[in-house]
């Protein structure tokens, strides 16, 4: 019922920098709230892992191997979460996905929603 379409993957460098985005859709449903926005990977051969999350109150959360490197932010009057990655490494490379959990409004109803977006690839190399 909430879709989320994400953006701004592509092929760069070490050391450069890309911006992802993921905007939260309810369709012909409204969303009332989502309580936490993130982004997770998933390297060939591996499982998908955290990257970094972040709630309401713009509590934030990041993998070790990303600290200080990523920032996550979020516009909550666009349902889109935002995730700023610079000094990028060949270990970054991944597909990258989009996930946000909340609240939306089904016929006066609030029924709780937990959505993931399509992937989006990022590549690293020299």
């Known amino acids: 019922q909430v879709q989320l379409v994400e953006s701004g993957g592509g092929l760069v460098q070490p050391g450069g920098s890309l911006r992802l985005s993921c905007a939260a859709s309810g369709g012909i449903f409204r969303i009332n709230a989502i309580s936490v926005m993130g982004w997770y990977r998933q390297a060939p051969g591996k499982q998908r892992e955290l990257v970094a999350t972040?709630?309401?109150?713009?509590?934030?959360n990041y993998a070790d191997s990303v600290k200080g490197r990523f920032t996550i932010s979020r516009d909550d009057a666009k349902n889109t979460v935002y995730l700023q990655m610079n000094n990028l490494k060949p270990e970054d490379t991944a597909i990258y996905y989009c996930?946000?959990?909340?609240?939306?409004?089904?016929?006066?109803?609030?029924?709780?929603?937990?959505?993931w977006g399509q992937g989006t690839q990022v590549t690293v190399f020299s």
């Open positions: 996930n946000a959990a909340g609240y939306y409004s089904d016929s006066g109803f609030h029924r709780p929603f937990g959505s």
């Open positions: 972040v709630t309401t109150d713009r509590t934030t």
